[in-house]
């Protein structure tokens, strides 16, 4: 990864008779900068080209104001029952039916960068709040996200600051603040956490809302990152964005999220997606465009070199063959499976990467997805899935395996891998729908479909 | 094919058998039989089905569509139209001529028959029988069971499709699971005089010397034992072990079951209402002391009057003798349970200055409850919160009225202050508590103190938790409003209306759900059963939309359903009745 230039790295990908666009390229796209797509939204995808591709998905994909309207409903009769289950239901209703994934994505990414807990919280009206925050400034501006944050009900109870006194400062959030929200641990030191929480003493939640306390406030002098002066909690924000390892810091994460899980990126190959957010004064849409125009996005570094989360996982197949099912049961699994939409583990928010994998969550993915597919809830299309797939054209179950691993595999299945698949199906029922159920099943559970 | 079979087996069921006029159903079964079922009209109840507004409303929301698939419809469209074909007659005119003469359906178990006898006109029998099997034979054949036919006596031609086993016999259609249960139909059939037969069962006489089987749409009679020698009863005594809500609304029937000879049920089904009537012999000497509390000790306690003020959406008046019911739960419930009461009762009786919850509280009301649940209404400038909760008070009747009020509202104004305590800890609304004394009455009411500006408006303003004494009544509600309702009403007129206790009858226990307020609380709640309709079926808004107002429109359709228990000291009855909209015949 050190070895990539970064002058190449970033810039625009342009097919060739080598590297194409193809149904491949578009499928690893959408499976990045969003959740998954029909082959028929790939096969316009490929037909319109890369870059009008990457245009849509960040200019012209924005949800409909009767979407937005109806999800404002949704989510407002749930924090009226105040069921946090709910809250995540929703959630990834939202993320089942936006016309616009890449925002979505990214508020998803967001919640794991910012990451707070509704099992500590307990409070839908704050978690909504949050949540509705994350999504106004997920491809916008950082800064301004983070000023907001700093002041959010939900993130002040998780940290334990709702009562901050000049007395004694809780260094919790200046800690985050730093190591996780903005500049990556060995960028500050103790001396300045401890002066930086002076910054934010006085900051409050009182009935559901932020307060300045102005009399348990420190209003001396305070110094940290070579920044002086009485400095107030948001010109101390705004400080800590200043410095030069916040938009290092805030690329590598991005790139993480967007790109690869590993090797970690060096900082040169990340210079210039720094200076482009520098320059952009940290608005991210433009370093996603970046990101989703470059070669490395499309080369051998980036492809099938990130493991799906199992919200990705999900998501991805549901979207791809139009499944409708109980939503409730599904965030209940995605819980079980370590991914519980609002209430991420810890402050760290989700390790994501090879972590998502071990035997026991291998199995767990497998199980989610058998439950999925032959649960008497589900539909494709409103169809049955032999149905849903002879609709598209797919007659048989070899055209089905090229099919599926078309959408859902980074990696191509072999024939021989198809081959054996097929038999199998075969062999389990003599019924074509439950064979065709088999198939999908055995695809979403082997390796080369865990990748993204 | 299933679906479609059981269409063509109901339509041999109602085809009619003008042949024995002269005997009787019960004539033509063995002695043995434990379960008869008469159909006076099938032709009748198949019209009343096929154009009733209920009916006709789920067909138009293309919910049968989804019952029935493509293939299913087609077999079952194809067989009306040979019907038609054959018999020159509408198919549902057809069919109702066919079954003129009734259906019957019985249970031999020594035998383990099942066996369905139907009669009606001779000819057009013959046609329709002859039509559903042209229809049948190609069906079976490629199913692999192909019809069997072959000859019994004096002509009689039997047909056989697996287990199920056919024929007629001059106007009378023969349909049976068991080879020897059919030979003895036919065998009385033909000679009436061979065997002993069920019309000599004496518990089956006696049912109908209480209950005509002519007078009811259809009519069951049942041998208890089969109930009794089943584990049925004994799966039922458990769940009320288990269960304390359960053993209190129906804990009174199980013994009666125990010991009752017989069963029967008369069901009553047209465009006004669909009733049905269970029915089993009683008795004051089968019942024990732990369930005295539930008929009283002269077994015959009679519920008060049922509450109904405006915008009911359901009510329960029953009598429930509750100080021996909790001083007896060690002989009604498992020790689980038992323990639990036993904890309760323990706090309950710190709760009221050490006096004993049992004796002293209980005892201190007369026998006899009423519930009442209502839709919820807010004054123009109350908080209104998004989700809607129905207002319920219960009401009782104190023995020791003066000294009780005061008890009561100590322990009534103490709750409120340890919810106080309770809510601030979790940062909810603070209750608001005021005291209304007049020469009537006394009230005690609560309110949640407005939230601040922007900030959501939280279920628990629902609720005004008030306690209001009037007399010797004591009326606990979950709104001041329901309360003052429950003290102003003519309750007594609006009970009497729909009061069943008729003729020797005692109402026992009287519950009543009304569909118009239900579909109001529905409506109002309408955004929330979206939104969840939204999220367990990934449907879109429109989608979830539709199918919430259709179950609105579906409840509207109804009017009331009512589930009285009553008794006379020789049979105990349990009755369900869905009356549906006068005016959507």
Known sequence: MNNIDPAWAWSAFKPTNSQPWNLAQAAHLYRRAGFGVGRGELQRAVAGGVQRCVKQLLHDNQEPQSFQDEMARMTRSIVASGNLQSLATAWLYRMLKTTDQLHEKTTLFWHGHFATSAAKVQDAFMMQQQNDLLRKHAIGDFSEMVQAISQNPAMLLYLDSANNRKTHPNENFA???????????????????????????????????????????????????GAQGELTGQQAVAHVISTPAAPLFIARKLVQYYVMDEPTASDELLAPLAKRLRKDHFQIRGTLEMIFRSNLFYSKHSVARKIKSPVEMVVGMMRGLSIKTDLTQVAQRLQELGHGIYFPPNVKGWDGGRTWINSSTLLGRSNLMHELIHSENTTFGNKSLQAYLQNNRVHNLAHAATYFSDLFCAVPLANNSKSQLIASAQKETNNTDQQFKSLLHQVVSIPQFQLG | ??????????????????????????????????????????????????????????????????????????????????????????????????????????????????????????????????????????????????????????????????????????????????????????????????????????????????????????????????????????????????????????????????????????????????????????????????????????????????????????????????????????????????????????TLSQFFSGKDFGLDILGALEPGAQLVVTDNQFADDAPQPDIIFPAFAIVGTLENSETMQAELRRIFINFAGFLNVISAMEGNPQLDIELVDSKKDRIITTSFIPPLAGQPISVQYNFSPTILFKDDKLILSSTRLLAEKLRDGNQEAESAKRNSNRGNWTTNTHLTLLAGPLASILRKNREILITNNMLENSSDREEAETQIDLLISMVQLTNALDITIKSTSKQLALSFELKFQPDSK
Not at chain 2, 278 to 297: K, N, V
Request: proline content about 4%.
């Open chain 1, 175 to 225: 800690r985050e603040l730093m190591e996780l929200f903005c500049l990556g641990e060995g960028n500050y030191t103790e001396q300045d956490i401890r002066e930086l929480a002076r910054c934010f003493t006085g900051w409050e939640v009182r009935n559901r809302a932020y307060r300045f306390n102005k009399y348990q406030h420190d209003f001396g002098k305070k110094a940290f990152l």
């Open chain 2, 1 to 346: 094919m299933s679906a479609a079979r059981l269409f063509a087996v109901c339509c041999l069921i109602i085809a009619p058998s003008a042949i024995s006029a002269q005997s009787n159903f019960h004539d033509l079964l063995p002695e043995s039989t434990a379960a008869v079922l008469q159909i006076q009209e099938p032709g009748e109840i198949l019209q009343q089905f096929l154009t009733h507004p209920v009916i006709n409303s789920v067909y138009d929301a293309g919910l049968y569509d989804e019952l029935i698939d493509d293939a299913q419809r087609a077999q079952i469209e194809t067989l009306q139209n040979i019907i038609q074909d054959i018999t020159g007659l509408p198919w549902e005119d057809a069919i109702k001529q066919a079954s003129s003469g009734g259906v019957h359906l019985a249970f031999d178990p020594s035998s383990e028959g099942v066996l369905l006898v139907l009669r009606g006109d001779e000819v057009v029998l013959d046609k329709v029988f002859d039509a559903v099997l042209s229809w049948l034979q190609p069906l079976a054949a490629l199913s692999g069971n192909p019809l069997k036919k072959g000859e019994y006596r004096e002509g009689i031609i039997g047909y056989q499709i697996q287990e199920i086993r056919f024929a007629k016999k001059a106007g009378t259609l023969v349909v049976t699971n068991s080879r020897d249960l059919g030979r003895f139909v036919l065998d009385q059939l033909i000679d009436p005089t061979t065997h002993p037969t069920f019309a000599s069962n004496k518990n089956y006489q006696a049912a109908t010397v209480n209950s005509k089987p002519q007078q009811h749409t259809a009519w069951l009679w049942a041998d208890a034992k089969l109930l009794q020698q089943n584990n049925g009863l004994e799966q039922l005594e458990q769940a009320m072990r288990q269960n304390m809500l359960l053993e209190l609304l129906a804990g009174g029937l199980v013994n009666q079951l125990a010991k009752s000879p017989y069963i029967t049920a008369a069901i009553d089904f047209d465009h006004q209402h669909l009733k049905l009537d269970l029915t089993t012999a009683h008795d004051a000497e089968w019942i024990p002391e732990s369930r005295q509390y539930y008929f009283g000790a002269d077994a015959n306690g009679s519920a008060p009057s049922l509450l109904l003020p405006t915008d009911t959406i359901a009510s329960i008046s029953m009598f429930r003798d509750f100080s021996p019911w909790w001083l007896l739960a060690p002989d009604l419930y498992d020790d689980d349970v038992n323990e639990g009461i036993a904890q309760a009762d323990t």
